[in-house]
């Protein structure tokens, strides 16, 4: 059953750990921001700090950029404007906790962390030249103040350690699976071609075709732990070419002559692309030029590049297609559609309630759930594992063929006695589910044992969401027990 749950685990790491985690507080923690070195009028105000409103303008641009390509809704915009001050005002509180704790750092590990920010020790030396002191300055109180903020939070989250006593206790507790079969309503059948074409004739302007952009590149490889000296060397020799492209020199010819890509022989051809179609230090750059224009060079994972715009297709509308109706479809579902398919589950009830051993064909005939050719067996699985009170509201795990799995139901799932039938629909955020369960039975009665590997993987995640809950109640106490200002409206 362990090995069920490590291949499982990826989802769940990734809704529970990314979506709750990364999106939230800790996607920019300890990012370069300096509160101390900005000028103008406070945004907020923690416990007699002042956040300048330049500092807060410009976490608000870094998170707006994350949706290059997407179109930044008002509503949106109000979200990422709120918690961009959320997670400045909760960064300066960790600040000021390391301070009373008495934390410091050195002016080696300072030198270090600072030194460690550039690609190599040419460009370091280089600013060391170039730069005034006062950038100087604010690049090292900037980062003195990242790394207090990251110390800062481990007291706390080493507080939340599990046990090995604790950790048999809350696998005795957590640690079932139920075998089970469902009948799945979902509310985007109820959405008619007719729902779908109005939606798109009132928001065509919000229906977008993303720019596109035709590129070649010239690549030259050097691997990511090269020594400075062949990273210099490397970086003279394209510098040389990309003389050659300003010049005027015939971009295909260089890349099929120079380019270590595997696009060379095509001319360092890379086709069209949209945003989050390549890397992003690669989008940066193309993205930002115009037809016709030759980049500065850029190093990556894979060496160092340079390219050139070939095309240029700008936002366009998106034509109405029926491959478009299709994908829209999910996007017009209202409360009258959910009413819509609560009936509909209501009906396929009462039909159960006189006939319970129908079950499998009533699957067969009206579930909109992939199971729905086995009859609706889902199969094995797991109860959630997450911390008592993770209240997130976003998608836990999967169970078997695909069927998201959301806190009422994993918890209708193991509340419905065995051979029982649920007394009411339960939703969840694809649709209204009718559950049926086979057995219930601890995950230590599977016919295959966990791994000490699959114990550790598993283990790691409850512990690690269990910490950052912990964190998150921290900030949560911090900011009732001290005064903090809004000066700004962040919802304009």
Request: zero cysteines.
């Amino acid at each position: 059953m362990f090995t069920y749950l490590r291949t499982k685990l990826k989802k769940i790491v990734f809704w529970a750990v990314i979506t709750a985690f990364l999106v939230t507080i800790f996607l920019f923690w300890g990012m370069d921001y300096d509160t101390t070195q900005m000028t103008g009028t406070a945004a907020f105000i923690v416990d007699g700090t002042e956040i300048d409103i330049r500092t807060y303008e410009d976490v608000v641009s870094r998170y707006i950029s994350a949706y290059r390509g997407q179109e930044i809704t008002e509503q949106l915009r109000r979200d990422i404007r709120k918690q961009a001050a959320e997670d400045l005002i909760n960064q300066e509180l960790l600040k000021q906790s390391s301070e009373k704790m008495g934390l410091y750092v050195t002016k080696e590990e300072l030198k270090g962390h600072v030194r460690s920010e550039f690609p190599n020790d040419d460009v370091y030396r280089s600013y060391l030249v170039r730069a005034p002191a006062a950038w100087w300055q604010m690049i090292e109180e900037s980062t003195d103040k990242r790394i207090k903020v990251s110390r800062a939070r481990f007291p706390l989250l080493d507080a939340t350690w599990v046990s090995d006593a604790e950790w048999r206790k809350i696998v005795s507790d957590l640690y079932w699976e139920v075998d089970l079969s469902q009948i799945l309503i979902a509310p985007v059948k109820e959405v008619t071609d007719t729902d779908v074409i109005d939606f798109y004739n009132a928001n065509r302007h919000r229906i977008l075709e993303p720019t596109k952009i035709r590129a070649r590149q010239i690549l030259f490889k050097v691997a990511q732990d090269a020594p400075d000296t062949e990273v210099t060397r490397v970086t003279e020799s394209i510098q040389k070419v990309l003389e050659l492209a300003r010049a005027g020199k015939d971009f295909a010819a260089l890349a099929k002559k120079y380019s270590h890509a595997p696009d060379a022989e095509d001319g360092g051809d890379m086709g069209y692309f949209q945003p989050g179609e390549m890397l992003a230090d690669v989008e940066n750059i193309v993205f930002n030029l115009d037809k016709g224009q030759v980049s500065d060079i850029v190093r990556t994972e894979y060496g160092i590049h340079f390219f050139k715009v070939e095309d240029k297709i700008p936002t366009t509308i998106k034509p109405l297609t029926q491959e478009l109706i299709e994908d829209l479809r999910s996007s017009v579902i209202t409360d009258t559609h959910w009413a819509d398919a609560r009936k509909r589950a209501d009906r396929i009830l009462e039909t159960l309630n006189s006939f319970p051993d129908q079950f499998e064909i009533l699957a067969k005939l009206h579930s909109d759930a992939p199971a729905r050719s086995k009859g609706g067996r889902v199969g094995i699985m797991p109860r959630l594992i997450f911390p008592n009170g993770f209240d997130a509201a976003h998608l836990l795990g999967e169970v078997s063929y695909g069927t998201a799995v959301e806190r009422e139901v994993s918890r209708a799932a193991f509340d419905i006695p065995v051979g029982g039938i649920s007394t009411g629909p339960v939703r969840s955020n694809i649709g209204w589910h009718i559950l049926k369960i086979h057995s219930r039975r601890p995950m230590s009665e599977s016919e295959t044992p966990p791994s000490d590997t699959d114990a550790a993987v598993v283990r790691a995640t409850y512990q690690r969401l269990l910490s950052e809950q912990t964190l998150s109640q921290w900030l949560q106490e911090r900011r009732r027990a001290v005064k903090i200002e809004y000066k700004i409206d962040v919802d304009d």
